[in-house]
């Protein structure tokens, strides 16, 4: 072998080590990086079980979605499972707000299809007796409550919220929308805020931060679990109720 069929070996060699190389590396991060921070998105299911009570007394509802801190009467099953919940589990009540069947409601939300938890937060009022309550799911039993709550790979800012009863009517002041990058941590915090005006007998709860900035929330995704619920201080008619108030933090695999 001449040294210039030599020289053209060791380079053609070369070349083709270099675009090997390149190859497996270009591989590699594909592989490695579907989202950010080099992790994958989440897998299981995120049943959310939402909760309905009310009062006839005070002619009073709210919900829950994550089981209050000090009230297992107001529980709820909400969970991160690998398998979908069907049946709505929620707690019996105090005997003075009860639970409403037609406004539970439980959605399981496949964590793998998409990058992004667009929880969507719609709350429902009656001026006539200053009644409000909040779905973050399609009530099992009346879809004119309906949300747009959803995994997905597109976020979402505006929520879709259904037109209500008539009597009960979309509040644009607390609905909003909230679109979690599941790959931005390694845990979903979700905060329970729920508030209570006295003079007006009536609860209001909130998860999703919402124009109403005095009732929000902590709720994210983040590399650390929250222990702690991480609430707005309401508007001085309506205060925080700690008993009812909750954080539950989710491990996202």
Avoid at 2 to 25: E, I, P, S, V
Avoid at 114 to 119: A, C, T
Wanted: net charge positive.
């Amino acid at each position: 072998m001449t040294r210039r069929t030599l020289r053209r070996a060791r380079k053609l060699a070369l070349a083709t080590a270099l675009g090997l190389c390149a190859a497996l590396t270009t591989a590699t991060a594909t592989a490695a990086t579907p989202g950010e921070g080099g992790r994958a998105a989440a897998s299981g299911y995120l049943n959310l079980h939402q909760c309905a009570y009310y009062a006839a007394s005070l002619d009073d509802h709210f919900s829950t979605f994550i089981t209050p801190s000090a009230d297992n009467r107001y529980a709820t099953g909400t969970r991160i499972a690998a398998t979908a919940d069907t049946t709505v589990q929620c707690g019996p009540g105090n005997g003075n707000h009860d639970p409403v069947p037609v406004l539970h409601g439980v959605k399981a939300l496949d964590l793998a299809t998409g990058r992004y938890l667009n929880l969507q937060q719609c709350d429902y009022y009656r001026a006539a007796s200053t009644d409000r309550f909040t779905t973050l799911v399609t009530p099992s039993g009346d879809g004119r409550y309906s949300t747009g709550t959803k995994v997905s790979n597109t976020p979402e800012t505006s929520p879709t919220c259904g037109p209500g009863n008539g009597s009960h009517v979309p509040n644009p002041g607390l609905t909003g929308a909230l679109a979690l990058d599941l790959t931005a941590g390694s845990y979903l915090n979700l905060h329970q805020c729920v508030y209570y005006s006295e003079r007006l007998r009536s609860h209001l709860t909130s998860v999703v931060t919402a124009p109403d900035t005095r009732y929000r929330t902590g709720t994210k995704v983040s590399r650390t679990a929250d222990t702690r619920p991480d609430c707005g201080p309401g508007n001085g008619d309506y205060v925080l109720v700690p008993i009812l108030t909750a954080v539950k933090s989710f491990a996202l695999s």
